[in-house]
């Protein structure tokens, strides 16, 4: 402003350069965007996590279900080396066959046992999905916060930023320079 200006209350007055502030003020930005950024991430690792989950759920179903076939199968064999053993002890059969049996018997118990771990292990799995799930959230709010921080460096920085600019105090006339 020139002698003889009319200035309002608040009007820039003078604006002194300070290169750093600026440079504060725009960190501070870049900071907000990027964290806004890994917030996105986030949420799409929860999205992807809870889609595992589903996934562990469905394959205990899965298991169990395997667990019913082969429970089925092994009490079939187990009737049908039954009545091997009683056509071997009538002396109807050899006793190869039998053993051959009870070999698939013992097989189908194997299966059995096998299909039971399996079910246990897809429960940890999922036990391990539900960590994961949480996890993300927790990142979430993580991220959250980070962004509410870094806005308020933000209002630091601009705050700073301010003092490098002198306002008139009241509306009136420029009547001196100095």
Known sequence: FDIGDKVRKDEVLIDIDVPDTEH??????????????????????????????????????????????????????????????????????????????ERDLLTSES????????????????????????AAAADIDLKSAQIVVARKELDRAKAIADYSKVRAPFDGVVVRRT
């Open 24 to 101: 504060d003020v725009a960190r501070c930005e870049a900071l907000i965007l990027q964290r806004e950024q890994e917030l996105k991430v986030s949420y799409a690792k929860l999205k992807d996590a809870k889609a595992l989950r589903d996934v562990s759920a469905a394959t205990i179903k899965q298991r169990l279900a395997e667990v019913e076939g082969a429970i089925a199968t092994r009490d079939l064999k187990k009737r049908k080396f039954a009545r091997y053993q009683e056509l071997a002890a009538k002396g109807s059969i050899v006793g190869s066959l039998v053993e051959e049996e």
């Open 111 to 134: 299966v059995v046992t096998s299909t039971k771990a399996n079910v246990e292990r897809a429960r940890a799995d999922y036990a391990e999905s539900e960590s994961k799930v949480e």
